[in-house]
């Protein structure tokens, strides 16, 4: 089956740098990737939706500053957090799919940590 | 907006019995999909089952059932035989048909499955 990766699986980064997560799907072309936040014990929050090639659409409340999503090809998706805070630790998912109505595939996750 | 609810954070269930887990929706569309997700503890998301609010079919999938009452704007999930990988939390969402939405997904707050034996 389709299959997402997202790298890195855990990432521990001091308060103000800035971190980099990939999303690549590695057996289709993902026209649309969506990245989203889980914390503790909760469900998963959409922040962003990402066409290749395109500019990002951030949902309400979502910094576009401070997550800068770049979908620079067809297998890949970058979701950059911008001078990491503690508040910024969470699980951070990706999902892909192909055409509009292809099936949703979702990476592994990243844990954050910023100390 | 979209909204789902799901009402019950945590269920149980013993080895080889069946569990519903409830799921309920606010939307005010016709044309929509459902879908019930597992993330087990390795935090993977995994699609259980999906159902087209067009169908007046429930769908199934091996073990895993759903009622759909569109009216009722109900969806819950049956887990018959339950097995002790079927451990995990358990995400409803709904997903529009208006291709402005670009198709994403909206999940519910989720339900912790424990399975006894």
């Known amino acids: 089956g389709a299959v997402v990766s997202q790298h890195p699986s855990r990432v521990i980064c001091k308060s103000g740098t800035s971190v980099k997560i990939e999303c690549r799907s590695l057996?289709?072309?993902?026209?649309?990737m969506f990245w989203y936040r889980q914390f503790p014990k909760q469900s998963l929050m959409l922040m962003a939706t990402?066409?290749?090639?395109?500019?990002?659409?951030?949902e309400q409340g979502v910094e576009k500053d401070k997550f800068l999503i770049n979908h620079a090809s067809l297998t890949l998706s970058t979701l950059t957090v911008t001078s990491a805070h503690p508040e910024d630790s969470s699980f951070y998912i990706c999902?892909?799919?192909?055409?509009?109505?292809?099936?949703?595939?979702f990476g592994n996750g990243t844990r954050l940590t910023v100390t | 907006a979209q909204t789902v609810t799901q009402s019950q954070p945590e269920m149980s269930v013993q080895e080889a019995e069946t569990v519903t887990l409830s799921c309920t929706y606010d939307?005010?569309?016709?044309?929509?999909?459902l879908f019930w997700y597992k993330q087990p503890p390795s935090r993977q998301m995994i699609l259980v089952i999906r159902?087209?609010?067009?169908?007046?079919q429930n769908a199934t999938e091996n073990r895993f059932s759903v009622n759909f009452q569109k009216a009722a704007k109900s969806f819950s999930l049956k887990i018959s035989d339950s097995q002790l990988g079927d451990a995990a939390m358990y995400f409803c969402?709904?997903?529009?048909?208006?291709?402005?939405?670009?198709?994403?997904?909206?999940f519910g707050t989720g339900t912790r499955l424990q399975v006894t034996l």
């Open positions: 159902q087209e609010a067009y169908k007046q």
């Open positions: 939307t005010s569309e016709s044309d929509y999909y």
């Open positions: 999902s892909a799919r192909g055409g509009y109505n292809s099936p949703l595939h």
């Open positions: 057996d289709f072309q993902a026209t649309t």
């Open positions: 969402a709904y997903r529009s048909e208006n291709t402005g939405t670009a198709s994403k997904l909206t």
């Open positions: 990402s066409n290749e090639g395109s500019k990002a659409t951030y």
